[in-house]
T-cell receptor
Framework: EPEVTQTPSHQVTQMGQEVILRCVPI?????FYWYRQILGQKVEFLVS????????KSEIFDDQFSVERPDGSNFTLKIRSTKLEDSAMYFC??????????????FGEGSRLTVL | RKEVEQDPGPFNVPEGATVAFNCTYS??????FFWYRQDCRKEPKLLMS???SGNEDGRFTAQLNRASQYISLLIRDSKLSDSATYLC????????????FGTGTRLKVLA
């Protein structure tokens, strides 16, 4: 069964460091997403990506965040200068969605980021 | 008002019980609705999509009431393995496709 894969599964970093989280969405999916879940809290939307550009982003997704699809398969989330409050589980997701129809979101297993 | 609201629970029920969760959404333009299940520290996984006419999958029944803007999930004959957090997810189409998550409802099925 096709799946979304994420690396690393866990990353520990020092405050102020840059972090790149990687995702390989399901190959025929068109929409890609990053979500964040702080421990014990809800799943929060960060950004959606379609046709090689950001289609929507939340208030959380400020200038320290960026996304890229550098090579047609990987989808990355970069956090430029990490803060303590960036500690969370980051989920990548993809969906096969077209005009007038929305499919389910498929999630990767997540990348746990710990900022010290 | 939050876009998607759920009672966080926890709901503690004995094995074999029937339990129901509700979820309300604020945006009447919402188009697609889902229930996801999330186990502790794991990724959300689709439990079922919710269709206008209501739908059933084994012990699980989902209903949608567009007029009142709520979605429900009924679990019959609860099993220990049903213990998890149930997430209501609403897809809002506004030029983009954005999936909004509720806070989730925690269910604990007790032996």
């Amino acid at each position: 069964e096709p799946e979304v894969t994420q690396t690393p599964s866990h990353q520990v970093t020092q405050m102020g460091q840059e972090v790149i989280l990687r995702c390989v969405p399901i190959s025929n999916h068109l929409y890609f997403y990053w979500y964040r879940q702080i421990l014990g809290q809800k799943v929060e939307f960060l950004v959606s990506f379609y046709n090689n550009e950001i289609s929507e982003k939340s208030e959380i997704f400020d200038d320290q965040f960026s996304v890229e699809r550098p090579d047609g398969s990987n989808f990355t989330l970069k956090i430029r200068s990490t803060k303590l409050e960036d500690s969370a589980m980051y989920f990548c997701a993809s969906s096969l969605t077209s005009e007038g129809w929305t499919g389910e979101l498929f999630f990767g297993e997540g990348s746990r980021l710990t900022v010290l | 008002r939050k876009e998607v609201e759920q009672d966080p629970g926890p709901f503690n029920v004995p094995e074999g019980a029937t339990v129901a969760f509700n979820c309300t959404y604020s945006n009447s333009a919402s188009q697609s609705f889902f229930w996801y299940r999330q186990d502790c520290r794991k990724e959300p996984k689709l439990l079922m999509s919710v269709y206008s006419s209501g739908n059933e999958d084994g012990r699980f029944t989902a209903q949608l009431n567009r007029a009142s803007q709520y979605i429900s999930l009924l679990i019959r004959d609860s099993k220990l393995s049903d213990s998890a957090t149930y997430l209501c997810v609403v897809n809002r189409v506004s030029g983009t496709y954005k999936y909004i998550f509720g806070t989730g409802t925690r269910l604990k099925v007790l032996a």
